[in-house]
Nanobody, 119 residues
């Protein structure tokens, strides 16, 4: 059973950078598409970025395009989300999630890591 654990969240001033990590265990991450999602208080969860199983294809929400970069190291069973030029509206709990190749839904979720952007 695939298990995901996020880390790297924290408090950052506007304009700063953070790198989130999503470490997998229990299965080989290379078999999964990985998505990063976030949920702010009182708002619905939204997709932020995703990366194909090989890392060759990425996609981003319009709100983070050009500021966030998703990458993966399958040898380390880890996916990253590099966040730069952070804005207060990026404040949310960030989750990574995995979807098996060929399947429609994200079935595996981490517990989330809090990112707060404030001066």
């Amino acid at each position: 059973q695939l298990q995901l654990v996020e880390s790297g969240g924290g408090l950052m001033q506007p304009g700063g950078s953070l790198r989130l990590s999503c470490a997998a265990s229990g299965s080989t991450l290379a078999n999964y598409v990985i998505g990063w999602f976030r949920q702010a208080p009182g708002k619905e969860r939204e997709g932020v970025a995703c990366i194909s199983e090989s890392g060759g294809v990425t996609d981003y929400a319009h709100s983070v395009m050009g500021r966030f970069t998703v990458s993966r190291d399958n040898a380390k069973n880890t996916v990253y989300l590099q966040m730069s030029s952070l804005k207060p509206e990026d404040t949310a709990v960030y989750y990574c999630s995995a979807k098996r190749v060929g399947f429609a839904s994200y079935d595996y979720w981490g517990q989330g890591t809090q990112v707060t952007v404030s001066s």
